[in-house]
């Protein structure tokens, strides 16, 4: 009975150990993950009130923060942050469900990637700011030219990403598929897309950036609404505190963005995970 009972004691202590070690690990995470951060956000917050920095041009980092709650308590925020997410997620889905396709098509066969390289050559490297003077000339400075040069943005790192992964594939495995008898269709399926997978959020995690960045550029050339639009208002008028709560927004946004991408990544490579360990 002595020795049941001890063992009943010793469980819950063994627990209570195991979790102060996750608790103490998370928190050195936490740390390593948010210091820079904290020193930078210290700096940017002493350096205007020191007379180091002018504080007309770079006030406070809590001055920013207060007109940043006031935006969001007016609704303004709100209203220019789903303007441009509704433009950029646009542009974003319908990159993805274009080159994802079409880059495992021109990765996987040859005849399609001989007839689509040289005008990918061409095109990937013309910068997507480069001619959003077409774009407003072709579509008009509303929502239509918005929409596709975030796509245009988009589409070139998803598709040679895409490209990438499905030419990279181990062909250690394309071998043990197809002497296991698996037919094209098959092979292409179960080994070249799942393998291609990781290469491909490559592609969709710079698309992700590139949306938003492009997007906000965008908007300072012709909107009446956005973060873009928003943040070159701002500064034309000389609210400055307003104009760095634009830009932390879509900072935030952007880390948000990344955030749920690599969350996405993890749970569809998780097969990737389980063969590492």
């Known amino acids: 009975m002595a020795n049941g009972r001890a063992g009943e004691l010793v469980l819950p202590k063994a627990k209570e150990s195991e979790a102060a070690r996750w608790s103490l690990a998370a928190l050195r995470k936490l740390f390593k993950n948010s210091i820079v951060i904290v020193v930078l956000l210290a700096i940017w917050e002493v350096t205007p009130r020191l007379g180091i920095i002018n504080i007309t041009f770079f006030p406070p980092i809590s001055q920013v923060l207060a007109t940043w709650w006031q935006l969001l308590l007016s609704g303004d925020l709100l209203d220019h942050t789903a303007a441009s997410l509704s433009r950029s997620i646009g542009g974003f889905a319908l990159a993805i469900v274009v080159s994802i396709p079409l880059g495992l098509a021109i990765g996987w066969w040859k005849p399609v990637a001989e007839y689509l390289n040289p005008f990918l050559e061409l095109m990937r490297n013309t910068a997507a700011l480069a001619i959003l003077p077409v774009f407003i000339l072709l579509l008009g400075l509303g929502e239509t030219s918005k929409v596709a040069i975030v796509f245009y943005a988009c589409i070139f790192p998803l ?113 990737k995970q389980n063969a590492r360990e």
């Open 159 to 271: 598709l040679l990403n895409t490209i990438s992964g499905v030419k990279n594939v181990d062909p250690l495995l394309i071998k043990s598929a197809r002497s296991m008898g698996l037919n094209a269709v098959s092979l292409f399926r179960k080994v070249i897309v799942p393998a291609s997978i990781p290469t491909i959020f490559v592609g969709i995690r710079q698309a992700g950036a590139s949306s938003i960045l492009v997007l906000v550029a965008a908007e300072m050339v012709g909107a009446t609404s956005g973060l873009g639009y928003l943040i070159q208002y701002a500064q034309f008028s000389f609210l400055i505190t307003e104009m760095y709560a634009g830009i932390i927004t879509i900072s935030v946004i952007g880390l948000i963005v990344n955030y749920v991408l690599v969350s996405l990544e993890k749970r569809l490579t998780g097969w």
